[in-house]
């Protein structure tokens, strides 16, 4: 079972907990759009990324001076958003360090995807930012059919944690052979079940962290989450969807 979820928008730089263990598969793609990224003007860049002028500056300055090379921060560390947050990485046993290394995926506009312990550096970029680069209209079209196939391998089931923005760049390309399981956290509103983005995130880190403890090799162990009010509904769920409601 391989389990993907999204990056944070929020990251650091984490030098002295734990060594990375490898570099990001993509690195050389990522390279491509770092090339593209300095080309841009303060205002291009801005635009892009759609942020104020605090964000645009610290990441223009990102841009300038990255060495894609010196990635010394764990990508499971990297990151600062309220599912990491509630996951809390920084303090997993060595065991279950092991096992998100094994499972676990980030997928990334910009390095594609990551495994945990892969060394990276903070950046700003969007899955739907709209880059247009050469021939490519967006960075799901950059990135392809590459990063379903980098998860393609023994594994015949995938646990969607992420959000609709990443697992576009994913679900469409994945072949026949792999079980997409999506995940819903949400509330019973008038016989609807409605997901509340604070809350989804908070579950999806808790998720992760509960499938670590358990060292799940299957989605019996996420079936038995039962976290932050939300549990399994088992009338609403079928072979595609597993949903819990709070």
Known sequence: MKIIISPAKKMR???????????????????ILLEYLRGLSYEGLK?????????????YERFRNMDLMRGDTPAILAYEGIQYQYMAPEVFSCSQFHYIQKHLR???GFYGVL??????VPYRLEMNAKLKMGFYRNLYDFWG??????????????????????SKAVVP?????????????????????????????????????????QNAEDLEAAR???????????????NRTLVFLK
């Open 47 to 59: 635009t892009l990324l759609r942020c104020n002028d605090s964000i645009a500056s610290l990441n």
């Open 173 to 213: 390309y994945l072949d026949e052979h792999m079980r997409i399981i999506n995940v819903v956290f949400g509330e019973l509103d008038s016989g609807i079940v409605r997901e509340k983005g604070v809350y989804v995130k908070m579950a999806r880190g808790a998720m992760v962290r509960h499938l670590a403890e």
């Open 145 to 166: 059919d590459s990063l379903a196939k980098s998860l393609i391998n023994d594994d015949t089931v995938l646990l969607n944690l992420a959000s609709a923005e990443y």
């Open 224 to 238: 038995n989450f039962s976290s932050l009010g939300f549990s399994y509904c088992a009338v609403r769920s079928n």
């Open 106 to 108: 980030i997928l990334s």
């Open 13 to 31: 730089e984490d030098c002295d907990s734990i060594a990375p263990l490898g570099q990001p598969e993509f690195l050389e793609r990522t390279s």
């Open 115 to 120: 495994k945990p312990f892969d060394g990276i």
